[in-house]
């Protein structure tokens, strides 16, 4: 059979695992099955891009999602390919079908209730690594920087007397990031903690007991971990964080132009998803407020 001679193909010719082939075996059975459903019969030289599209729409209407959709696509048009390669058909039907645009996923953020929660009243213990864990947290909630921003700054970076930071972005460009009175006292506070305790350190800002900089990992651990303590998100990490800063600016009326400058954005619509979170936010307090919604 067919399919069977393009699932052995998977598997002797390009390698493919078992899980993987399973995979495409069940996305072509389900088709077989679809165009045994309309017509009683199935050959794959009779499938046209009519009934692609009605399977299509008999997926999206059992809720697949449309990266699932896409996925099985993908593997029937693997499965045409094939078949064309070695004759066996002699017209590919999917050849004008396009998928359904995936939805993009709005950015995860933490309310601004649960950030005055964990700031202002979680515990997170006593001396230099609990000092410095909470400035991450505020020094991301703050600025709105990457991972790598935070990572990579030193003592040097910071300007108290302009109240600046300047951070290292991506492809290595710089820019100036402003900051008030309330970072600015916590900064101090953990110089002053992190100078008594590690007296052998790097020119990093934030740095680890034995005076070496910050690692990826350790930093994404701190934010998970502390983010626990008042969310339940699927994802707590530093670019939540980030994401958390932006909506935060629009929530209260910054000028996307600014906030793009400040997140460091190349793009302006890379900047704008922000917006759409925002008006989903403003739908939910519009359906909780009013009598009518």
């Known amino acids: ?25 069940r ?145 290595d460009k710089q820019r100036l990031i402003p900051f008030g009175d309330e970072l600015k006292e916590a900064m101090l506070v953990y110089m002053n903690i992190r100078n008594e305790a590690v007296a052998n350190r790097s020119e990093a800002f934030f740095i680890r007991e034995d005076g070496q900089r910050l690692y990826g990992g350790l930093v994404y651990n701190i934010v998970k971990r502390n983010l626990s303590k008042v969310v339940t998100l699927k994802k707590k990490s530093p670019h939540v964080l980030r994401h958390t800063f932006a909506t935060m600016m629009l929530n209260n009326d910054a000028e996307l132009e600014a906030v793009k400058e400040l997140l460091g954005h190349e793009s302006l619509a890379t900047t704008e998803v922000y917006t759409h979170t925002t008006f989903e936010e403003l739908k939910k307090v519009y359906k909780q407020a009013h009598p009518r919604a």
Request: no cysteine; hydrophobic share 40%; charged share 30%.
């Open 1 to 25: 059979m067919l399919i069977n001679s393009f699932l052995d193909y998977l598997r002797y010719e390009r390698n493919y695992s078992e899980k993987t082939i399973l995979a495409y075996r």
């Open 27 to 171: 996305d072509i059975e389900q088709l077989v099955e679809f165009v045994q459903g309309e017509i009683g019969d199935f050959s794959p030289q009779s499938v046209d891009s009519e009934q692609i599209r009605n399977w299509i729409v008999s997926l999206m209407d059992k809720d697949y999602t449309s990266t699932s959709v896409n996925r099985k696509l993908s593997s029937l048009r693997a499965f045409y390919k094939f078949l064309l390669k070695r004759s066996d058909v002699t017209i590919d039907p999917l050849r004008k079908i396009v998928g359904p645009k995936n939805k993009k996923s709005l950015p995860v953020f933490v309310r601004e209730d649960d950030m005055n929660k964990l700031l202002d009243e979680a515990d997170f213990g006593e001396g230099f690594k609990a000092v410095r864990d909470h400035l991450v947290i505020e020094m991301f909630y703050a600025t709105g920087m990457r991972l790598s921003e935070l990572i990579g700054l030193n003592d040097g970076d910071v300007d108290f007397s302009s109240s600046l930071l300047k951070v290292t972005g991506k492809r």
